[in-house]
């Protein structure tokens, strides 16, 4: 191994103070010191593996001072000049020690073990994609600091270590302090502990208000669909953002699809319930367009099992939500920060605006219906209006996209016809 020329000195790491954003203080070979917005100072190590850039948390300092962070990173380095991966040891040794304290007490008594009960049983009712996310959270935030903790021997200055920790993300941050939140009330209902440690730490971080997904103007929106088409991804990744705005649907009713969902005979897609926000099925009615776009994606497979939208690498698993994320952020036509979810908002304002009533488009969103008998009714009701307003949406962008691709201006790509509904 090549010899590190460290700089960093006690004093140095005393005298840095906290910034708006987060920054580093490099020490030499790729051990650096990560200092919060909060001003805590945390030894990490980042390296290349395997052809990508991935770092690994030592600790804390000053818990660990200068001389014992470069000799952790001494055996880090040895660990990478012998192929192995310093951050699959870091998993290892971490699984290790859950296990050791597991072997020591009862696993129900531990929090990651009961907050693994408390998915189970109060987040049974929600979707799979739901709780996968939760789990994800207190994996990489949680567990890590507390899962070996008795329930009763978490203290709120342990809740406020973690959510500390996230403040560069506010909304992460007071996410993770609601979800221990939410496990200790269950908690207390099974009497199992008397005290919430999260509840004092209500407001501890400031979220930023909401930002309401912004959504296209009729130019913007032929200069967007010009350009999906000229980013250069995959043909499925693609698709898959036409057909968000193809059937004013949610990302992940979309990236979920499955062929056995679809009669292309009749033009329609049925929406199970379980895979809808509202737990209610969803039908929507296939405009040309769409139709022709499903018949491409047939040649990456039709099995009533398979997905739709596969992904690009495992055809058995469907296409990510982050991948069409990145995709969007790709996007160079002039509107920044445009999200998947901005393609309804899209829709739905295009609609309106072009004389579809209001009952018909909150109909296409699938929006929740107060009254149980008539949200039963409503999932075939309006059906004509459905369909003529999806193929009217569809004939839209393809004029709004000629005029981007002539010049020309949007009024005179309109088709000369009244909505008329």
């Not at 040895?78 to 192929?83: D, P």
């Not at 009713?253 to 009749?266: C, K």
């Not at 004389?355 to 008998?373: D, T, W």
Request: net charge positive; charged share 30%.
């Amino acid at each position: 191994m090549r010899l590190s020329n460290y700089t960093l000195t006690p004093t140095r790491i005393n005298n840095a103070k906290a910034k708006a954003r987060l920054y580093k203080l490099s020490d030499g070979g790729g051990l650096f010191v990560e200092v919060s917005t909060t001003g805590q100072k945390t030894w990490r190590y980042q390296y290349r593996f395997a052809g990508s850039r991935r770092d690994v948390k030592i600790g804390r300092y000053p818990e660990i001072g200068v001389a014992d962070a470069r000799a952790r990173h001494f055996e880090l380095r040895s660990l990478l000049e012998r192929g192995v991966d310093p951050a699959e040891v870091r998993r290892q040794e971490t699984a290790e020690r859950r296990q050791q304290a597991k072997d020591s007490q009862p696993a129900a008594d531990q929090f990651e073990a009961f907050s693994r009960r408390w998915i189970r049983e109060r987040l049974m009712t929600r979707s799979e994609t739901y709780r996968n996310q939760i789990e994800s959270r207190l994996e990489r935030f949680v567990w890590p600091a507390i899962g070996e903790k008795p329930l009763g021997g978490v203290r709120p200055a342990d809740v406020l270590a973690i959510i500390e920790d996230l403040r560069g993300t506010p909304k992460t941050a007071e996410g993770v302090r609601q979800h221990i939140q939410q496990i200790y009330n269950y908690a207390i209902q099974k009497l199992l502990v008397e005290v919430n440690p999260a509840l004092p730490l209500r407001g501890v971080i400031e979220v930023p208000a909401a930002e309401h997904h912004r959504h296209l103007t009729e130019p913007e929106l032929g200069a967007f669909w010009r350009s999906v088409a000229k980013q250069g991804a995959h043909f499925v990744t693609i698709a898959a953002t036409r057909m968000l705005m193809y059937t004013m649907c949610r990302k992940s009713e979309v990236l979920r699809a499955r062929w056995r969902e679809f009669d292309l005979d009749r033009a329609q897609w049925d929406i199970p319930a379980e895979r809808m926000k509202m737990k209610a099925p969803h039908r929507v009615y296939l405009s040309r367009q769409a139709l022709e776009l499903l018949g491409l994606l047939k040649a990456f497979g039709s099995e009533p099992q398979a997905y739709v939208f596969p992904s690009v690498l495992r055809a058995a698993v469907p296409l990510g939500d982050a991948t069409l994320n990145h995709f969007f952020k790709r996007l160079d036509f002039g509107v920044p920060d445009f999200s998947p979810h901005g393609t309804r908002g899209t829709a739905a304002t295009l609609l309106r605006e072009h004389g579809f009533s209001r009952e018909v488009v909150e109909l296409l969103l699938a929006h929740a219906e107060r009254n149980k008998v008539t949200a039963a009714y409503h999932h075939h009701e309006m059906a004509d209006e459905r369909r003529r307003a999806l193929q009217y949406l569809a004939d839209q962008i393809d004029r709004f996209a000629q005029a981007a691709l002539h010049g020309s201006t949007v009024a005179e790509a309109r088709d000369s016809t009244p909505a008329n509904v």
